[in-house]
């Protein structure tokens, strides 16, 4: 008992100083999927006993695609008063109390939204994804990809290392799936089994409809996208798609513009009304594969993307680092909070147990400056009718900064020869790619 108690011990200890709980320290109103949380009351607290770490602006410095957990590698300095104080911020946060989660600053109803949200990571012992027969298959994958396959020849039976865009483009579909079925309010803990029968939507096996092995699939056949190889969002867009329209149950269209964020209006209300015999509007998922810069995205955007997830039609963003997303869910001021898929669990069954069911949430807070953010992302918007859609356009047209999305009546017929099909003319000059520094790009 006492070697169990001090593992758990050095647990919390590296954690403590490698991974630590973020604290909120900010006055800005805190934004998840367009609601919207007071965070003012904090202006009162005194954190004297927690002390001050860089992951205070960013608590994914080191994050990578081939690693299987997110830590911050800068260690920091640590200040307590006494041992109940570091023990509290030494847990995951998962475990903390009430009155622990108050101290580190964050409102217990936007942790309880947090914690509603679906969280979808690397998975291990699937049922084997093959390897492609291409011999310029490898060539797309990681090193370390390669080298943790080194000798499998029976094909991939984990998705660490390469699945992160896949894992956060299925929980941006399983958010949106969540949103339709139960409502923005719903929180983890109601319509228990309805919740379960939505996440083996999710499970990771051939059958299932959203399952990794179907996204591989499309990836292969429609994306030039190898087993093992990293998706990117436009192929991850096409997939969303493509499995949505082919799930014969889904609640949701897909309206998907997988390289630009041009919304052509014709186009988005016939795949709206494709399914219904008397023309309704039916419940459609928007997604928009946009880059907004070259390495990082340029500020004239920085006020529109916060705008986005601060929406009430918003289902978050797919994304985050080169080879390393994420899925962004809201904000506060200039941090970006996200779910992390780079952590790998066992695979998930078709039947999700109660255990299942809790690894698909967290109450971990995780935060990224929106200066360190990849300028490539999968941006989603969930509007349930044509008033919705309405409602939308008028408020991604409106505010501050550079327009990130652009919507038009209709959509351009052939196109001049050398452009992408479907790629309004004019549209990759719009792009900005300037930097507050005035260096060049």
Not at 31 to 58: F, H, I, M, V
Not at 209 to 235: D, N
Not at 290 to 303: E, K, N, Q, S
Request: proline share 6%.
């Amino acid at each position: 008992m006492a070697q169990n108690d001090f593992a758990r011990f050095s647990r919390k200890v590296v954690q403590y100083f490698w991974d630590p709980l973020p604290k909120n320290e900010d006055s800005s109103p805190i934004w998840c999927l367009g609601r919207s949380y007071d965070s003012r009351y904090q202006e009162a607290r005194q954190p004297k006993q927690l002390g001050t770490s860089p992951s205070a602006n960013s608590d994914s410095s080191a994050s990578q695609a081939d690693s299987a957990v997110v830590t911050d590698s800068t260690p920091i300095k640590v200040e307590h008063e006494d041992d109940t104080n570091y023990e509290a911020l030494a847990k995951s946060q998962a475990d903390l109390s009430r009155s622990e989660e108050e101290e580190l600053g964050w409102p217990p109803e936007f942790l309880d939204d947090l914690e509603s949200r679906i969280w979808l990571t690397y998975r291990s012992n699937f049922a084997p994804i093959q390897r492609s027969p291409d011999p310029t298959a490898n060539a797309g994958m990681s090193f370390a990809t390669k080298l943790r396959n080194l000798g499998n020849q029976g094909g991939f039976a984990s998705d660490t290392g390469w699945g992160c865009m896949i894992r956060s483009g299925q929980s941006l579909l399983a958010n949106a799936l969540s949103i339709q079925e139960f409502g923005r309010d719903w929180r983890k803990g109601e319509q228990p089994e309805a919740h379960r029968a939505l996440l083996a939507l999710f499970a990771d096996i051939p059958k299932a409809p959203f399952s990794i092995h179907r996204f591989v699939e499309h990836g292969a056949q429609a994306c030039g996208k190898h087993p093992g190889e990293w998706f990117g969002p436009s192929a991850a867009a096409r997939c969303l798609k493509s499995l949505t329209d082919k799930h014969a149950h889904s609640p949701l269209r897909v309206y998907a513009r997988p390289d630009d964020s041009d919304v052509y209006i014709d186009s988005l209300l016939a795949t709206a009304t494709q399914k219904s015999p008397t023309d309704d509007f039916q419940p459609t998922l928007i997604v928009l594969g946009v880059r907004l810069g070259i390495d990082r995205i340029t500020p004239v955007y920085h006020a529109a993307l916060k705008r986005a997830l601060s929406m009430p039609q918003s289902v978050g963003i797919a994304g985050g680092r080169p080879s390393a997303s994420h899925y962004f869910i809201g904000h506060q001021n200039d941090q970006f909070f996200y779910l992390d898929p780079h952590s790998t669990r066992l695979a998930l069954s078709e039947k999700p147990t109660d255990e299942e069911v809790e690894a698909c949430h967290t109450r971990r807070v995780r935060r990224l400056g929106l200066g360190e953010m990849d300028p490539s992302m999968l941006i989603g918007f969930l509007v349930r009718t044509r008033e919705e859609f309405e409602e939308w356009r008028k408020e991604i047209e409106g505010g501050d900064g550079k327009q990130i999305v652009h919507v038009h009546e209709r959509e351009p017929g052939s196109m001049a020869a050398g452009r992408n099909q479907g790629e309004r003319p004019g549209a990759v000059d719009e792009v900005e790619t300037w930097d507050e520094t005035g260096d060049d790009c």
